[in-house]
């Protein structure tokens, strides 16, 4: 890996403000989690030795609020890691700085702004995870509507939506599939009611999640394929997941340098650096990433991936639509459906 980053090793000190060892500090606000942002952090000040990485991780949602909070008076250098959508509201309001990485050919035109300010790094599809030691394989929900089912009442548990950019794809293309099929908001909104009378609770956060859905406190969840793979390989929490057989949203993950950064050469260099081949492979092989580059050799790849792209049907997901409409329906959706069937 070092070989093939060492391009981006910055022979001189940027200029800016500096941390206590007098190494200048990129901060980075991202959802990807302690895990896979302090290895890609170690592994950056390796090459970089003047940089100082400080990462603040938080959920996809809170990061654009707090991106737009301090639009004034920016303190992220760097924002990575969230749906498409979410950068796409982030560039319509001039929040993003416009950069065009060495590898932008290698990425299909869903996958990047067409003004550059934001460039896909993985594919995030997501699926129904639930407790493996209670439920089978076979046992599980199999597609979205399933989760419905009057049998699954109590039993499911979800991260907070409001907060949540999974949570938030889900519910828009569940939003986006009711209008294509009746050309009315209101089936999904329906949907959406119907979810709610099954769902026990709504957590603050994803480590939350896993550790109500492991004491078995819900046995079903909706959430994303790489996270739940993680928990499989590197926790004692059981467990599983089920690709939607009739079509599952396809998040492209993202990254974008933070409109009037003050460390623009080392926002640069980290974005390379965390979407450079071996970074790519590196996050796929220990944190079941999906890449979004399209130059890199299946081969390369580990079997699951190349198994989940074989099996993945992705859902039509108009991004520009979800720009435009996602915000109105979660407000919609807190006001008028989430938690209505237990105050009946």
């Known amino acids: 890996m070092k070989r093939a980053i060492g391009c981006w090793l ?11 060892d007098g190494r200048t500090v990129l ?65 319509k309001e001039n929040l993003l700085e416009p950069y065009t990485p060495s590898w932008a050919g290698a990425v299909d035109g869903e996958a990047r702004h067409p003004q550059h300010l934001w460039y896909g790094t993985y594919l ?11 439920l089978s394989a076979a046992d599980a929900p199999q597609d979205w509507d399933d989760v419905l089912d009057p049998k699954w009442k109590d039993k499911i548990i979800i991260r907070d939506p409001v907060a949540s950019g999974t949570m938030r794809a889900i519910f828009g293309a569940i939003m986006l599939r009711s209008i294509a099929r009746t050309g009315s908001e209101e089936a999904g909104y329906e949907w959406l009611r119907r979810l709610d009378e099954n769902t026990r609770e709504y957590v603050l956060n994803p480590t939350i999640l896993y550790q109500k859905l492991g004491r078995r406190e819900g046995i079903v969840t909706l959430w ?26 396809l998040l492209v993950d993202a990254i974008a340098i933070v409109r009037g950064t003050g460390q623009p050469e080392a926002a640069r260099a980290y974005y390379e650096f965390v979407t450079s081949t071996p970074a790519l492979l590196e996050s796929a092989r220990r944190f079941l990433r999906i890449p979004a580059r399209t130059d890199l050799h299946s081969d390369s790849l580990p079997a699951w991936i190349r198994d989940a792209n074989a099996r993945i049907k992705p859902m039509p997901m108009d991004r520009e639509i979800l720009a435009r409409d996602l915000d109105r329906w979660m407000k919609y959706w807190d006001a008028n459906i989430r938690n209505q069937s237990r105050r009946k």
């Open 124 to 134: 995030t599809p997501e699926v129904i995870g639930y407790n493996s030691e209670v």
């Open 224 to 249: 994303d394929m790489p996270d739940i793979a993680t928990l499989q390989q590197r926790t004692k929490i059981p467990v599983d997941y089920v690709i939607p057989s009739s079509g599952t949203p």
């Open 10 to 20: 910055l022979a001189v000190g940027f200029l800016g403000a500096c941390s206590n």
């Open 27 to 91: 901060t980075v606000y991202s959802p990807h989690g302690k895990d896979l942002l302090g290895y890609l952090e170690t592994e950056f000040e390796k090459a970089n030795p003047s940089v100082d990485v400080q990462w603040v991780d938080m959920g996809s949602q809170e990061v654009l609020d707090r991106v737009r909070a301090e639009g004034a008076n920016p303190q992220a250098d760097v924002w990575f890691g969230a749906p498409a959508e979410a950068f796409d509201r982030a560039a």
